[in-house]
């Protein structure tokens, strides 16, 4: 669809217009169904990283919402009732000077929680992680229940369809045009109106290229007019890498596999409609920051590697043509396995990556390619997290729930740093959170944006999105990309007067 004609003060390119406005639909509502999304081509975008080096050749999906609200309305995400306690829901932690009461976003904690959420705060907490302060602040360390995008009121996903869109929807200024792609920013004809980019981390410096900027020996080799040159669109690509260490658990209860038995899915269907509980109200919430563990680890003089421009087409990547792609599905183990999952994560990793065009066409997917765990350090951060994961499930406290002789992944628990290093290349992806690919910096230290998130070398063009954070944040994204968007607005409001 083209809509040539209209013109508009302002256009915002991402929101979700590639796909369509799903805020009605209970996949994306219901906050229980939120695996249900992963993977789906309806509502992601289904993008495959070039095969990666370190993780044994595997290419790793990476599945970005396509729909309204973005990937805030398909993310994992708890929810609090008004008769929780802060001790019955451990959140001791919270430091109330640090949140905001009147913001779009509604975020709580969950009242329903698995017996693995229980325990695994408490056990870590023996291990001597108790949550130092409260994690909105930057600085903690330690255990704590995570508060979620879920609105208490309704038991529903909050996201940016919902949150920002929804209550100013019927503006006669406002208009939405689902399921369009942009294929390219005209910049020579956009002198008295603005756009605000906000395809994110793998879409926002796809389209800089599509329209001409970027790095002139790609767009030339392209047959694309350069129109700004930067080397910085697309490179400075970092990502949390995180992967799964799951054990059987003895009472199919205790893991929400069993909703795999239909009358089990039934009574939890019923908690959820009738009385807004129960797993399908809930997102994920046992979480901890943890320092890297006493293992010594190699010194570096320099541990944060320069910017790295690719080399030339066509040699940029040989990956996607002379390797044979293996996708990262995981080894399934049979239904009727009931499981429990710890999900360790590398928070600060200093591997670098890239995502560029590699045709002028804009439905051609851009070549993506994380180097994930390929900085030596990041692979024995994230090695050492892994074995740590056999020290928490061992205290008998945790042990009880497990099945003795059970299937989990690994097979066997990993006892040692080279049988860790082995299970992170063979099974290691994201964790979904990408940026960095526009960075907000001082242009000769590798920016596409400056701090008024304005394109270096556009008058009128800003992106807004993961892709400006120059350094990945600890911890779910989401929240500091809404602070992004909001400081946007402020920026624009200030220059209207
Ligand atoms: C499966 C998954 C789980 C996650 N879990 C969490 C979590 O638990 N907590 C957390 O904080 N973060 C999580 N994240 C990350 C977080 O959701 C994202 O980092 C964040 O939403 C990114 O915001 P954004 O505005 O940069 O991009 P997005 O929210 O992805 O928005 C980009 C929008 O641009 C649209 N678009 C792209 N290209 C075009 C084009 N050419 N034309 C038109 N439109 C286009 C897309 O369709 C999309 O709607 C998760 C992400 C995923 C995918």
């Known amino acids: 669809m083209i809509y040539s004609e209209e013109s508009f003060d302002f256009v915002i390119i991402g929101g979700g217009t590639a796909g369509a406005n799903r805020n009605l639909d209970p996949k994306i509502q219901v906050p229980g169904s939120v695996t249900q ?43 609090n009732r008004d ?37 695994l705060g408490a056990t870590l907490k023996n291990l001597g992680h108790k949550a130092t302060k409260d994690p909105i602040s930057g600085e903690a360390v330690g255990a704590y229940s995570c508060p979620s995008f879920i609105d208490p009121r309704s038991a529903t996903r909050s996201h940016a369809g919902v949150a920002y869109y ?7 200024n406002l208009h939405l045009k689902e399921n369009a ?12 109106g603005s756009v605000i980019a906000t395809e994110s981390t793998f879409g926002s410096p796809a389209l800089l290229e599509l329209s001409g900027i970027g790095d002139p020996a790609l767009l030339t080799s392209l047959g694309i007019d350069v129109v700004i040159p930067n080397l910085n669109v697309g490179e400075n690509l970092q990502n949390h890498v995180m992967t799964t260490v799951t054990a059987e ?7 929400l596999d069993s909703l795999g038995d239909p009358a089990k899915l039934a009574t939890a269907i019923e908690a959820y409609t009738t009385h807004q509980t129960g797993p399908l109200s809930a997102g994920f919430s046992a979480t901890s920051y943890l320092p890297p563990t006493p293992t010594p680890l190699p010194r570096l003089a320099n541990p944060i590697p320069p910017p790295r421009h690719h080399p030339p087409l066509p040699d940029r990547h040989p990956a996607l043509t002379q390797r044979r792609r293996r996708r990262d599905l995981p080894r399934l183990l049979p239904s009727g396995t009931n499981l429990i999952s710890l999900v ?23 070549a993506i390619n994380p180097n994930y765990l390929s900085h030596p350090l990041d692979l024995e951060l994230f090695a050492r997290g ?25 097979e066997r628990r990993l006892a040692t740093l080279a049988e860790a290093r082995a299970y992170a290349r063979e099974r290691a992806g994201t964790m979904f959170h990408p940026c960095g690919t ?14 008024r998130l304005v394109v270096h070398g556009a008058r009128n063009l800003r992106v807004v999105d993961a892709s400006v954070f120059p350094v990945i944040v600890k911890g779910p994204v989401t929240s500091s990309v809404f602070a992004v968007a909001e400081r946007a607005a402020d920026l624009v409001r200030g220059e209207l007067g």
């Not at 495959?48 to 990476?62: C, F, G, K, W, Y």
């Not at 061992?394 to 299937?407: D, I, R, V």
């Open 83 to 119: 008769n929780m306690t802060r001790a019955r829901l451990d959140i001791d932690y919270m430091d109330y000077k640090l949140y905001g009461k009147d913001g779009p976003i509604q975020t709580a904690i969950s009242n329903f929680t698995m017996p693995l959420t229980r325990l």
């Open 166 to 172: 929804d209550p100013v929807k019927s503006r006669p």
């Open 344 to 366: 360790p994560a590398l928070m600060h990793p200093l591997s670098r990556g890239t995502v560029h065009i590699t045709s002028a066409s804009p439905t051609v997917y851009p």
């Open 181 to 192: 792609l942009v294929e390219k920013i005209v910049l020579e004809k956009l002198t008295d």
């Open 249 to 255: 658990v003895l009472n199919p209860d205790d893991s």
């Open 438 to 451: 526009c960075a907000m910096m001082p242009r000769e230290g590798g920016a596409v944006v400056g701090e």
């Open 37 to 79: 999304l992963f993977r789906d081509v309806e509502y992601d975008w289904s993008f495959n990283t070039v095969p990666q080096e370190s993780l044994n050749e595997r290419a790793i999906n990476h599945p970005p919402g396509k729909v309204f609200g973005g990937s805030s309305a398909t993310n994992a995400i708890g929810w």
């Open 386 to 410: 892994l074995l740590y994961c056999s020290t928490v499930l061992a205290p008998q406290s945790l042990a009880a729930l497990l099945k003795e002789g059970g299937k989990g992944m690994p």
